[in-house]
């Protein structure tokens, strides 16, 4: 007769056996079918555990042709101590499978340890995890039922209402993780290879920046630091601050086999080293190709590196995020000292001061009103209601006129700012 040996691993193995023949001979050619040891296979049919080697099969009561019984590995001893069936088929899986093997080594490496050389240590911290698990909903199951014990309780209601909210969350990203695991991935930045004044640089692309900027080191290097007109200097603000040391207004840059010349705002600072901006990508109609994976300018494509190609800096977190260069070369705002100047790039009037930056970064300079005093804002709110709100981020302009606004009320104040 025809028989089928299905393991919990999804392995089907069948077989033509006699229904005479003893057990202990079918799980020797199970053996070599499935590599499971006899002292370790276990049968089961129909919800009955074989258990009898020299009893025939006819005699256990294996009588239908084309039946299916289900072979499992029994729980292996080790040490002494019996390690638990479901552990080790996970066990067995996860060494199986070198993705899965290489997923669990990043998130928990002790847990990855113990299936590659202790069968036991595994079980152990398996079932670890699963009492805290256990316990954790425990505790969630009697939180809740003593939140509903009073339905007119409105802190245990609001509660009610965040645990319901973080149920929510936690289905859309079990959802995410299902059906779009590649959103919980890093993605790897937008760089080309660029010359600047014929040394190689590795240029981070950036359209979301409105100017092109550099480190001082990177200028330094590049030999362009005899050309920073120290005029542009100033403070560029952001997700931070930076000083911004000057402009280089024309450089010569290189993309492929095309020269292009370039404006360069140098700051401070060692994150990026050159960060090719939004002024340049459209003075030139560059367009960024994510489908071909290439910066495609003036007929030239320029392909984006690879992750084991970027420079340490890039793969690293910098002093400086690429998104905080963003922001300080958006032109979210910049003032700097005065410095020496002959009169402005228009040439017009003699030579005066310069007082440096312009109100946004790279803007055109121009004269400074003389620095004043902020002038005091009268009011009859409470100095007390005017201090919180500004706690919470909002200028003393803004949180008086919340509370004219609120008349008054700090509570309704603080949420007309948010």
Same mark, same amino acid.
């Given at each position: 007769?025809q028989?089928t040996?299905?393991?919990d691993l999804?392995q089907s193995y069948?077989m033509?056996?006699?229904?005479g023949?003893?057990? @202990?001979n079918?799980?020797a050619l ?6 499971? !040891?006899?002292?370790? =296979?276990?049968i089961?049919?129909n919800g009955?555990?074989l258990?009898?080697?020299?009893s025939?099969?006819? @005699?256990l009561?294996?009588?239908?042709d084309n039946?299916m019984l ?9 040490a002494g101590r019996a390690?638990e ?11 199986g499978d *070198?993705?899965l093997?290489? =997923?669990?080594?990043e998130?928990q490496?002790d847990?990855a340890?113990?299936?590659q050389?202790n !069968? ?13 698990a ?7 199951q009697?939180?809740i ?8 309780d409105?802190?245990?209601?609001r509660?009610i209402?965040e645990?319901i ?5 936690m289905e859309?990203?079990e959802?995410?993780l299902e059906?779009s695991?590649?959103? $919980?991935g ?6 080309? !290879?660029?010359e600047?004044?014929s040394?190689?640089?590795?240029a981070?692309v950036?359209?979301? &920046? ?5 480190n001082s @080191?990177?200028?330094?290097a590049?030999g362009?630091?005899r050309?920073l007109d120290?005029r $542009?200097?100033g403070?560029?603000?952001g997700?931070?601050?930076a000083?911004?040391?000057g ?13 292009l010349p370039?404006s360069i705002?140098?700051? @401070?600072?060692s994150g990026v ?6 002024d340049?990508l ?9 489908a071909?994976?290439v910066?495609?300018i003036?007929?030239r ?7 084991h190609e970027l ?7 910098p002093?400086m995020?690429p998104e ?9 705002g910049?003032g700097?000292?005065?410095? /020496?100047?002959?009169?402005? *790039?228009?040439?017009?009037?003699p *030579?005066?001061? $310069?007082p ?8 055109? !300079?121009?004269?400074a /009103? ?10 009859s709110?409470d100095?007390?209601?005017i ?8 200028t003393r302009?803004?949180a ?12 309704? &104040?603080?949420s007309?700012?948010?």
């Amino acid at each position: 007769m025809q028989l089928t040996f299905v393991t919990d691993l999804g392995q089907s193995y069948s077989m033509d056996i006699d229904s005479g023949m003893e057990l @202990e001979n079918v799980m020797a050619l199970l053996e070599a079918e499935s590599g499971i !040891p006899v002292g370790e =296979q276990s049968i089961t049919y129909n919800g009955r555990d074989l258990g009898a080697p020299k009893s025939t099969l006819r @005699e256990l009561g294996v009588n239908e042709d084309n039946a299916m019984l289900l072979l499992r590995r029994k729980v292996p001893n080790v040490a002494g101590r019996a390690v638990e069936q479901d552990s080790e088929m996970m066990r067995l899986q996860l060494l199986g499978d *070198p993705d899965l093997m290489r =997923q669990l080594r990043e998130t928990q490496p002790d847990l990855a340890n113990a299936a590659q050389s202790n !069968p036991q240590r595994f079980a152990e911290l398996l079932r670890q995890t699963r009492d805290r698990a256990m316990d954790a909903e425990m505790q969630r199951q009697r939180e809740i039922e003593h939140l509903n014990a009073d339905p007119f309780d409105v802190e245990a209601q609001r509660r009610i209402e965040e645990a319901i909210r973080q149920q929510a969350v936690m289905e859309n990203m079990e959802h995410a993780l299902e059906y779009s695991p590649e959103s $919980f991935g890093k993605v790897t930045m937008l760089y080309i !290879p660029v010359e600047v004044n014929s040394r190689p640089v590795i240029a981070f692309v950036d359209s979301g &920046a409105q100017q092109t900027i550099m480190n001082s @080191e990177c200028a330094e290097a590049c030999g362009i630091m005899r050309l920073l007109d120290q005029r $542009f200097s100033g403070i560029a603000r952001g997700v931070g601050t930076a000083k911004i040391l000057g402009r280089v207004h024309s450089a010569q840059l290189k993309l492929a086999d095309v020269h292009l010349p370039c404006s360069i705002t140098v700051m @401070e600072g060692s994150g990026v080293d050159f960060l090719l901006g939004l002024d340049m990508l459209k003075a030139h109609q560059a367009c960024i190709d994510l489908a071909k994976g290439v910066l495609r300018i003036q007929g030239r494509e320029v392909q984006f590196l690879s992750e084991h190609e970027l420079p340490e800096k890039a793969r690293d977190k910098p002093d400086m995020t690429p998104e905080e260069m963003e922001r300080l070369a958006a032109g979210t705002g910049a003032g700097g000292g005065a410095g /020496p100047s002959a009169g402005g *790039p228009s040439g017009r009037g003699p *030579p005066t001061s $310069f007082p440096g930056g312009g109100h946004t970064l790279g803007a055109a !300079p121009g004269a400074a /009103p003389p620095p004043r005093a902020p002038a005091a804002t009268s009011t009859s709110h409470d100095e007390t209601h005017i201090r919180m709100l500004m706690d919470l981020g909002a200028t003393r302009e803004v949180a008086i006129s919340s509370l004219d606004a609120a008349g008054g009320n700090v509570d309704v &104040a603080a949420s007309l700012l948010f």
